[in-house]
């Protein structure tokens, strides 16, 4: 029953039809843009996997390398402090590695290698606020007599002369590295420490309560060395231990893979040596390396080639992202921010 008064609007269901197509009508547009965009997106990558990018570690508007040498008890140290440094970082390099490993070729450092995940986990370092010292070990391998003495006094005397005694302490160690510094740990203040592709020496030390948070960065391919991390993530649980474990993945090589992660490596080349292993088979068609960097014969290959000539110094880097990127024993610097991230959340 209509109200005394009402006058009904003339024409209000045309309207609404009006209304009604108008909103159908933007629906199905908006749609068909959604899809055409998706489709062009997928149309330029034949394989998803292909899509893969690597962190991005361009640190040339931030830092820049310029480390200090010097020799003391009989080995080297090589460092660098930035500006207002909030922390003090040393890393150990693995078996067969240097402290020259870690930084770029310079006036300061002539010898120097730079080796692509060393600089980067130095860069990262830096870039965070890391006064960084690295120290070559006396042997192939770090050892743990007097050599721990050694080290403990060249990080301590380094600190007290740069007057940083009050900022906290952090350690890296990669496979020997990671080995030494978790038997380093027992003896020096650490506020955290990060075993790279170790799982330390727990088996062998009495681990008390105030052990330093330990950090595990692991490659699960590596099936002995990720039964023993877990057997000593427990153990250090157990202590009262704050851990934490970070898994490295293998990844796909891209044509600019070698030319984006090592500096003042062409690009042409780069692609030239990614059509070369895959047409010797070294990697798959999606880019997954088929087998570990140093089991394929890739150096005596490209000398029988001949067409390609590689600068013999890039050799070991070109070797070190190999074997990266099929992930089983290799330095990374891919987990640097879960890295430093650890680092920074037990500073304080």
Known sequence: MLRRGYKPKPWSGAQNCRVSLFLLFFILVLALVLFFLI??????????????????????????????KEFRNETDLIWQVPESPKGVLFLAHGCNGRAINFW???????DCIGLPEERLLVLHGL????????????QRCWTFGKEMLVVKDIIEWWIGRRKLEKLPLVALGASSGGYFVSVLATSMKFSSIVLMIAEGM??????????????????????????????????LKDKGIDVGVVECMEFPLLPNTLSDRIPGFDQAFSRKLFDFFQEKGFIDQNGFMKKDGRQIKWKKALEEKKVLLLDKHLVPHIQE????????HEMTSVNSDQIFKWFESHMS
């Open 39 to 68: 489709f062009h997106n997928n149309s330029d990558v034949e394989n998803p996997s292909l899509g893969y990018e690597l962190p991005n570690n361009s640190f040339d508007s931030l830092v820049h390398l310029h480390p200090r």
């Open 104 to 110: 770029d070729k310079s006036p300061e450092c002539p």
């Open 127 to 138: 870039a965070q606020g890391f006064a960084v010292i690295t120290i070559s070990s006396s």
């Open 202 to 235: 727990f088996e062998q030390m009495d681990i008390k309560g105030d052990y330093p948070p330990t950090l595990f960065v692991h490659m699960p391919k590596d099936l002995y060395r990720q039964q023993k991390i877990d057997e000593y993530v427990q153990v």
């Open 321 to 328: 992202e190999l074997n990266l990127a099929f992930a089983y």
